[in-house]
Each structure stands twice: as structure tokens, then as C-alpha cells.
């Protein structure tokens, strides 16, 4: 097992050499906070030399994924980053690029959505990239973020996948943080990260279209396909999470990630840097004897239904921390949990809507949601609506 | 876990501070963690930073609600932002101030600790940039950190003539502390 | 045949698509009045003229009858001639 | 002499008598196979990419509607940094694409100083989705979203100058064409490859549907335009005029008469004056950009 270099770092910095240590290509973004520290990161590591790439800082988000998307259809490997506005800007690109099977890796510095205007972090923004096509992994802190990056570019460019994967990584509480990150030598990414190798590419020597139209008789063809391959990545995820745990000794889960849930009664679920609060919560909690964990969803899409069905099934009861609302439903995760949970003698659900726009979820705040949850198994009957975790009711 | 709160101006360095901190910490072997209060540092406003020290791994992302060190850069600062909010009765508040822990009446359980970082930053650097003054005092009030990690992480930061400068205030905050200690 | 990733196809696939049975009219040559100028061939939309040995050919396979040719020909050498089909 | 090799395959579902399909199959003829075309979303994308029926016989992207400009930068970056930059990288797209929604994208294109030949082909309003109007619709055109009507004389704003506006970057090579001289618009676009930076080139295009004419005078139409002014056909290296096509110019009439688009200009009472409004346009475009050929030398030869 390869011993790596660890030292105090931002989170965004993390990334950054993430992205240095895949040896990208091509970068193109636009500044919006709090995504900036790593364009500008990136922009100082090719100023420098040290990463040789070409850096195109452009005209909008749209065009840096655009830009990504024209040269990762060229052959190279290609990143962009934004949060936010700007992801949303380029929600259109990424349909496009999913449906055409190019593999771009994608950072999500997640922030709120406006308006109200915020530049506090939740899930809001990439939340709605759900049905885009694109593979996308949640990660908990700096060290997450360095390490899935890495692993983004080898899943999605697996010839067996080809799909651009999305990076969530929260904004502020890992884009801003500094925190000890273990970084690999460069000759050992490269052992576990080859060179971009396309199935296809604008080459002139051999031409393709890219971008064809299909028509009534071959589109929900294409889809179904497209679909398949997203079934076909969940395997993806595990394989090279479990690969880059055994060369790098890493483990932040494949799909998902278990804590303390053998024996939990009650099992927190949630994506993103909450985890980290939460498994520190479940650690005092449990020497309590309150038998609760943690079952963190590192890969939103595709949506890992069956493990959580095997991890669930457990519990007597589940809450479900959503850091993004559809408004006029509820939670987008629990939507997906209790769907996974369907047709199943299993827990109840509970929904809990948690740091959205930056509101801080405490080791306290988790205490009362689990206090909930342990009414519902004692069978008290308790309000079934998603709670606002933190509400300040004064104002509402 | 310890846990260190830094008020301080939009260009006053808190956020470099929590860094270099969390650098020098993680040196000594342990666990660090240091951010800045969400949302945008402006110049000149009020601005805090965050620094968590302990034995194991941080995983712990909410913000610090009941510090056991504040560290207040600026005296202006106490007519605008409750430095003592949340502070641990034994814990402690370190001001950047030439007026004695009396003259400044906070009203607190804790131990007060008044130090002129900005003169010494003036002798040594000759302009009023007082956090690694700052960090010097801290570390010998409270034993956290070792000068030994702190002087690297300082010259990580301040390469070259500049890093020498600010370990020399550093140097010299740490030893004026442990003097009147 | 099988659907490939993405919708990435191979070039010039369109062949397999013969637009001739759109023309409601027929571009005639005639031979004599023809000297291979290549007007024709150059404007063609739909790359249905080659000139061959100073004589322009029609590629009624593909030709769609739009009249361009006919239209621009200096020397009146090609006459739309209404399709029977 | 024009290559016989068809790199725009026929069997395209191209409307006949197509301006764009004529000028798309030029302009390949021109650039050779060493070449990488991206085509935002128009009229040429949709009727020569349809699945596994491409007429693309050279590698070729269809992205979205407005990013023609960020894709083919992106592609250019990447020729760059694979060792490839000898391959050209071109785009074909039609006014919607360019005029209106991929403008920013352009703009950052011609800032970033790519090395990238933009090809517009101007029809003059969005006909794949129905003849709705662009900004580069010309003042009083009819189309299906400025019709002619009781309180209107049709498209009611002048068609925007986009050469100007690429002249205004700083783009150092800029040049208009037309269907009508496809030599000169091979050349052009042979030219702009060798140029070191952003090249934009306008090609106007008619379109028998949406204009309104017979199918057989895509090219009579499209001369019409440039011998009667309204579309002058030049040359900007480096910000200046270079090069200008000469024309003996003809009323604009000539023109507008033989297009449905135009028709109620004809037809109603006051049509005479907006044909006169556009009339003057063309004048000022004469006069402004000297257009007019000089006319010839009149000499007498006396017997002694």
C-alpha cells in the first residue's frame, strides 16, 4: 500500500491537486463562490507549470462546460468546477454531454439556489441535476473530495461507462476548510489512473458524428441503453472505490458507507459533509446505549436502492436528512429512500429537512432527531411531515 | 477537542491565523480543522475564523458555538460583535490591546489576557500586522501548539525575509507571555 | 443493427438515403448544348452533378428537382422536364 | 479548380434547392478532410445528422443551439494540448445560433483569440422551427412572428451588423460571401485558415421556403442581394476593409419583387415607402463601403 503525504490543506486546495494529480487536460472555469478557490488554485498550478494544461477561463458557466465538453469529444481529459447559478447555468451541457457519453468530471461546490439569494451551502443546486445522466458521488470532507476525484475520471472514462461524473462537494464546510489531507506521488496515480483513452473522438483520421438526432423509433432505445450503463457504473463505483482503498488505504465507502448500523435500531441517513457531524453524534450517542448509526450515500446516481434495502431493513426506524427541498413534496433523498423501501415490511421513514442555506446542523440537532425516531419505535405517535431541522418559528 | 474562536477585521489575517494554527497543530501530531465564518470576508469588516485541535480525527463540521479560547485582534471590535458569546467559564479570551484586563471590563467567568501584539509587530515588522504576534502570546498561554511547529508553519505561509520577520515576532510574543506568565 | 454509445455515428451515412424519389421535376441535359462548365455541379445542394468527360451527369439518386441547375446554366443546356413516375 | 471530392454526402433531408446545403458542401471543399466542423443547433444540423444517416463525411459535433463558439474553443484547446494543432477547427452555424443565442459564446471566442474559423450562414430568421424571426431578419420582412398586418409592415428593426460587431473584437480576419460567388466564398474560407487567431466569415444564404421563391433561384436570389447593395460582400483584416466586391448596382426591387417575404410591400399603400427606407439602406451601404463600380472611361476617337 502506497504511504501518501499529509498535510494541512483547504479543501479546495484538495481538489486541486486532485485534478493536478489526474493529469487534466483541459480546464475551463467561471468564478462564483464559493467554487473560486479552485479555478484559482488551478489557474496557479498551470501559471506555474507545474500541471500542463490548457486553462480557458470564459465568457460564462455555460461556456465552461462547453468548452469541457468540446475537448473531452476531442480526446482530453477535461474538468470543470462551479456551484451554485453557475451549475444551473450549465444544466443544459450536461444533459447534452451525458447523452452523448463523454466523460468530463465535474466539481459541485454546492450552494444554495437563489432567491432568496444565498451563498451558504446545501444541496439545492446539484440536486437537480438528478436526472441528467451523469454518475454523481457526494463527498464528506477534504479527503473524500481529493480521493473521488481521482477515482471520478477512472469511472467515468471506463470504456464500459463513458458518462461525465458530478463531484458534490459542500461548499464553505469543505471548499473553505482546511483540514490534514493525505496526497499521493504522482507515479502512483498514475499506476491507478491511466491516460485517457476515448472510444471516440473528433479525429479527422477516422470520423464520426457526434450529437445525431434520433427519432421516435430509436430515442427510448438510446435512453434504455443509457440507463443500463448507469445500472452497469453502480458496480463501477465499487470496483474503484475498493481498488483506491487497497492501493492508497482510503475508505470513504463505494456506493454507500456504513456506521455503526449493525445493530442500530435507528439509522440516520444523509449525503455530504453532514456525515461527519453525524457519525460524531452517533459516537456520544452511543455511549448512551442509544443503538443508532449512520448510513451515508456517497452515490446519488445511479441510486444505490438495493444496499440501502439491505442496510435498512434492519432498523426499526430511518431518518432521512435532506439538505435540498422539492417544494411541494419534500425531501428529494427521502423520496428515493422510502422508493428504495417500497413493498418492504421495513422501517418507517422519517424526513428531517437539514442545513439547508447554511443552517447548522449541531451534535444537539441530531440528538432530538434521533429522540423522534425512538418515538416512533416505541410506538408515540409523532407529526409524519418532513421537520425543519433548526426553524427559528419566531419569524415564520 | 479544543476549540479556538478568532474575531478580527476583513485584512487583519484571522483566517491566515486559523490556518497557520491548524498547520502547526497537526505538526505536533494531532488533529486540526480551521474555517472562516461562511460568506465572503469583506475588508475591514467584522470577520471570525474557527480552529478545532484534538487527539482523533475531526469530523465534526458544525460551526463552534462554545469556544474554550477567543482570541479578539482588535479592540473596536468589542462595541460591534459579542467576543464573549458562548466563551467556556474556564476558558479564556486573549485581547491584542495595551490596556489591562480591568480597564477593558468584560463582564465574564473567564480568564481575561491582554497583549500589545501590535507594538511588537510594529518593532519587528514595522507595520501593524499582528497575528503571528498573536499566535506567539496564544501559544504561551496555553500550551496547545509548540513554538517548535509553529515557527514552520508560520515560514509555509510568509516565505523568505518575511517569514523570518513574522517567527521573530512570534518568538518574541511567546517569550514576553511566558515572562508575565 | 445494433444502436451505438451516444448516438456517435459513422460518416456519410446519409447515402443510404436516396432523395431521388422527392423530384416532381427532372433536370434534362442536353449533350449538345453542354460543355462540362461545372456551374452546375457547383451549386448542386445535394451533390447529385459530376461533370464527366465535359459532360455534366445527373445523379437522379439523390437529385431532389430543385432547378438550380437549370436556373444558372449559361447555356441553357438543362431543362426541368415534369417527373412520371 | 473545385475538388471533386464530396465530403457533404448527398441524401440529406435538406429542403431542395437548400442555400445552406449548397454552402455547408463549399465550404468542405474548400477546408479538405483535415478538418474537425462543429454545427450548433439550425436548419444544417437537423437535416444532415440524423442517427447513422450523417452527411458528415469529416469528424463533426453537434452540441446545443448556443455554444457552437465554447465547444469548438474547447475542442481547439484540446488539438492544442494533444500535439494536433495542424487540424483546423471550424464552425457552421446558421443566424439563430450565432446572431442571437450563441453571441456570448462567440463573443468569448473571439476574445480568447482562438484559432477557429466561425462560419455563419445567414437565412435571415429560424426556419427549422418555422420562419420566426432573428435579429438578422432584414427590416420589413415578413415572417411567422412579424407578419405583415394591419398595424404592422412586417419585421420592424434593422437586420443587426454582426460583421461590424466581429470587426469591433478585433477578430483579424472577418469576411462576408455569398451562395452567388462560391469561389470567392471558397477562397475566403481557404484564407481564414492560415490566419492566426479567430475568423469569422458571414455567408448569405437563401432559403426558398422561408423566403419565398421558387427553389430554382436560391442563387439568382442570392446575387440579387449583393448586386442591389443589401448585402455587401468584403473583406477586415485587422479591423480595416480590405477588399471590397464591386457591383453596378441595381434598384432594390430586383430583389425584394421575387420573394413572398416581401410581398405585401407590393401590395399594400405603404409599401412604396418602406421599399424606399430599404432603398436607402442600400445607398448608404453603396456609398459607406464604396461599392459602386467605377464607371467606365467614355472616350471619343475622332477620325483625325
Known amino acids: 500500500m502506497t504511504m501518501g503525504t499529509k498535510r494541512v490543506m483547504e479543501g479546495s486546495m484538495a481538489i486541486a491537486e486532485a485534478i493536478k494529480a489526474a493529469r487534466v487536460q483541459v480546464i475551463s472555469a467561471y468564478p462564483i463562490t464559493p467554487q473560486t478557490h479552485v479555478a484559482e488554485f488551478l489557474a496557479e498550478m498551470v501559471a506555474n507549470g507545474e500541471l500542463e494544461a490548457e486553462y480557458l477561463k470564459v465568457d460564462a458557466e455555460f461556456s465552461a462546460a462547453s468548452v469541457v465538453f468540446g475537448s473531452a469529444a476531442t480526446g482530453a481529459r477535461s474538468y470543470t468546477a462551479s456551484s451554485s447559478q453557475g451549475l444551473l447555468l450549465m444544466t443544459e451541457v450536461l444533459y447534452n454531454m451525458a447523452g452523448m457519453r463523454i466523460p468530463v468530471v465535474i466539481t459541485g461546490m454546492n450552494r444554495s439556489v437563489s432567491t432568496p439569494v444565498s451563498i451558504q451551502p446545501d444541496h439545492q443546486d446539484t440536486i437537480t441535476f438528478r436526472d441528467t445522466g451523469m454518475i454523481q458521488l457526494y463527498v464528506e470532507d477534504s479527503q473524500d473530495a481529493y480521493n473521488t476525484h481521482i477515482q471520478a475520471f477512472k469511472i467515468g472514462e471506463d470504456r464500459d461507462i463513458l458518462l461525465p461524473v458530478l463531484v458534490a462537494a459542500d461548499g464553505w464546510t469543505i471548499s473553505h476548510t482546511f483540514e490534514p489531507v493525505e496526497t499521493f506521488p504522482q507515479e502512483e496515480i498514475d499506476a491507478f489512473l491511466p491516460p485517457y483513452n476515448p472510444l471516440y473522438k473528433l479525429d479527422p483520421k477516422e470520423p464520426v458524428t457526434f450529437g445525431a438526432i434520433a427519432m421516435a423509433h430509436n430515442l427510448m432505445e438510446f435512453r434504455y441503453l443509457h440507463h443500463q450503463v448507469m445500472h452497469h457504473a453502480k458496480k463501477k463505483v465499487e470496483e474503484v472505490a475498493r481498488e483506491f482503498k487497497e492501493r492508497f488505504g482510503q475508505d470513504y465507502g463505494g456506493l454507500i458507507q456504513e456506521y455503526r448500523t449493525d445493530d442500530a435500531e435507528v439509522i440516520l441517513v444523509a449525503m455530504g459533509s453532514l456525515v461527519g457531524t453525524l457519525k460524531d453524534a452517533v459516537d456520544e450517542m452511543r455511549e448512551t446505549g442509544t443503538r443508532v448509526g449512520v448510513l451515508k450515500i456517497r452515490c446519488y446516481r445511479p441510486f444505490p436502492d438495493e444496499e440501502i434495502r439491505r442496510v435498512l431493513s434492519r432498523a426499526r426506524t430511518v431518518c432521512v436528512l435532506d439538505r435540498s427541498i422539492s417544494q411541494g413534496y419534500g425531501g428529494p433523498l427521502t423520496i428515493d429512500v422510502k422508493a428504495a423501501l417500497h413493498n418492504q415490511r421495513g422501517p418507517q421513514v422519517l424526513s428531517f429537512m437539514a442545513g439547508l442555506g447554511g443552517k447548522d446542523v449541531t451534535i444537539e440537532s441530531v440528538k432530538g432527531i434521533v429522540e423522534k425516531a425512538q418515538k416512533v419505535a416505541d410506538g408515540i405517535p409523532v407529526d409524519e411531515e418532513p421537520e425543519f431541522v433548526n426553524m427559528n418559528w419566531n419569524i415564520v | 477537542m479544543k476549540e479556538i474562536r478568532i474575531h478580527g477585521r476583513g485584512g487583519q489575517g484571522s483566517v491566515i491565523t486559523a490556518e497557520i494554527f491548524a498547520i502547526a497543530a497537526f505538526e505536533d501530531g494531532k488533529y486540526s480543522q480551521a474555517f472562516p465564518r461562511f460568506g465572503g470576508e469583506r475588508r475591514g469588516a467584522p470577520v471570525e475564523a474557527f480552529i478545532r485541535i484534538g487527539d482523533k480525527p475531526i469530523r465534526l463540521k458544525s460551526q463552534v458555538y462554545n469556544p474554550d479560547y477567543v482570541i479578539l485582534q482588535d479592540t473596536s471590535l468589542l462595541q460591534v460583535v459579542d467576543v464573549l458569546q458562548g466563551l467556556k467559564p474556564d476558558g479564556m479570551i486573549l485581547v491584542n490591546t495595551e490596556k489591562s484586563p480591568e480597564e477593558l471590563g468584560l463582564q465574564t467567568q473567564a480568564q481575561v489576557i491582554t497583549f500589545p501584539a501590535t507594538q511588537i509587530a510594529l518593532e519587528i515588522l514595522g507595520a501593524p500586522i499582528t497575528n503571528t504576534a498573536i499566535m506567539g502570546a496564544f501559544l504561551a498561554a496555553t500550551d496547545l501548539i509548540s513554538m517548535k511547529s509553529l515557527e514552520p508553519a508560520v515560514r509555509e505561509k510568509f516565505p523568505g525575509d518575511l517569514g523570518d520577520k513574522n517567527v521573530k515576532a512570534a518568538r518574541k510574543a511567546y517569550e514576553k507571555m511566558r515572562e508575565a506568565l | ?85 | 479548380m473545385i475538388p471533386e471530392q464530396e465530403l457533404f454526402a448527398p441524401g440529406h433531408n435538406a429542403c431542395a434547392g437548400c442555400g445552406p446545403a449548397a454552402i455547408a458542401r463549399l465550404i468542405l471543399k474548400a477546408t479538405g478532410d483535415n478538418i474537425i466542423v462543429v454545427s450548433p443547433t439550425g436548419c444544417l444540423e437537423t437535416f444532415s445528422s440524423l442517427y447513422d444517416l450523417s452527411s458528415w463525411e469529416v469528424p463533426w459535433m453537434h452540441p446545443l443551439f448556443e455554444n457552437g463558439a465554447s465547444v469548438a474553443s474547447g475542442v481547439e484547446a484540446a488539438l492544442r494540448i494533444l500535439g494536433k494543432a495542424d487540424i483546423p477547427v471550424i464552425v457552421i452555424g446558421g443566424d439563430g445560433g450565432t446572431y442571437d443565442i450563441g453571441m456570448g459564446a462567440l463573443s468569448g471566442m473571439f476574445e480568447r483569440g482562438h484559432r477557429i474559423t466561425y462560419i455563419c450562414y445567414d437565412n435571415e430568421a429560424y426556419m427549422n422551427t418555422g420562419v420566426q424571426r432573428s435579429s438578422a431578419t432584414p427590416y420589413a420582412a415578413a415572417t411567422t412572428t412579424t407578419p405583415f398586418g394591419r398595424r404592422s409592415i412586417g419585421e420592424d428593426r434593422p437586420k443587426k451588423n454582426l460583421a461590424a460587431i466581429a470587426i469591433a473584437h478585433d477578430v483579424p480576419y472577418v469576411a462576408t460571401a455569398s451562395l452567388a460567388y462560391p469561389r470567392d466564398l471558397m477562397n475566403k474560407v481557404k484564407k481564414s485558415l492560415t490566419v492566426d487567431g479567430p475568423r469569422f466569415i458571414l455567408v448569405h444564404s437563401p432559403c426558398p421556403v422561408g423566403w419565398g421563391f421558387d427553389s430554382a433561384l436560391t442563387v439568382e436570389v442570392s446575387r440579387l442581394a449583393v448586386q442591389t447593395g443589401l448585402m455587401p460582400v468584403y473583406e477586415a483584416e485587422n479591423g480595416e476593409i480590405t477588399k471590397v466586391f464591386k457591383i453596378i448596382p441595381r434598384p432594390v426591387e430586383d430583389f425584394l419583387k421575387v420573394q413572398r417575404r416581401f410581398k405585401h410591400l407590393f401590395t399594400s399603400e405603404e409599401g412604396r415607402e418602406q421599399i424606399e427606407l430599404i432603398q436607402a439602406a442600400a445607398n448608404e451601404n453603396i456609398t459607406k463601403m464604396g461599392l459602386a463600380k467605377e464607371p467606365g472611361r467614355k472616350v471619343k476617337v475622332d477620325a483625325s
Open chain 3, 1 to 85: 443493427m445494433k444502436l451505438n454509445v451516444g448516438a456517435v455515428c459513422g460518416p456519410g451515412g446519409s447515402k443510404k438515403n436516396k432523395t431521388g424519389h422527392w423530384r416532381s421535376f427532372r433536370p434534362k441535359v442536353d449533350p449538345e448544348a453542354c460543355n462540362g462548365c461545372g456551374i452546375c455541379f457547383m451549386y448542386c445542394p445535394d451533390a447529385s452533378i459530376k461533370i464527366v468527360d465535359k459532360i455534366c451527369i445527373i445523379d437522379y439518386e439523390y437529385c431532389k428537382g430543385c432547378g438550380i441547375c437549370a436556373h444558372e446554366c449559361p447555356r441553357d443546356a438543362i431543362t426541368m422536364e415534369e417527373e412520371r413516375k
